[in-house]
């Protein structure tokens, strides 16, 4: 058995008042994240959120491409389980789990 743990903050861009200001492209960011991990459709991770990040100012997205790599390239089928996603404070959270499904 392995795990492999991606901490991965999300937007930093939610609020006017922290300390990168707001971006209108922080809520559509961290959506896009949440559909990946709901589903493993590269496009939301891939496209939408990659288009956003310079806006977004997210730390983690970098972990969460790796992630999908390492996902898409092993072998074996994932069942992804979207947890929560959501921005209590100025950057966004978001918690997945990936189990194998045929072992």
């Known amino acids: ?7 991965s903050d999300l937007a930093h861009t939610h609020l006017a ?9 922080a ?5 896009a ?3 990946w991990a709901a589903t493993l459709d590269p496009v939301p991770l891939l496209e939408e959120a990659k288009s956003l990040t ?3 100012l997210s730390c983690g997205y970098t972990g969460l491409v790796m992630l999908h790599g390492l996902l898409t390239q092993s072998p074996g ?12 404070t100025y950057y966004g959270m978001m918690v997945a789990s990936f189990a194998r499904t045929d072992v």
Do not use: T
């Not at 058995?1 to 901490?7: A, E, G, H, L």
């Not at 008042?17 to 492209?25: E, H, K, L, Q, R």
């Not at 089928?77 to 209590?88: D, G, I, S, T």
């Open 1 to 7: 058995r392995v795990v492999v743990v991606i901490s």
């Open 17 to 25: 008042s922290g300390p990168y200001g707001y971006s209108p492209a």
């Open 27 to 31: 809520e559509p960011f961290d959506l």
């Open 33 to 35: 994240c949440g559909r």
């Open 54 to 56: 310079d806006k977004a």
């Open 77 to 88: 089928l994932w069942e992804p389980k979207l947890l929560a996603n959501f921005h209590p």
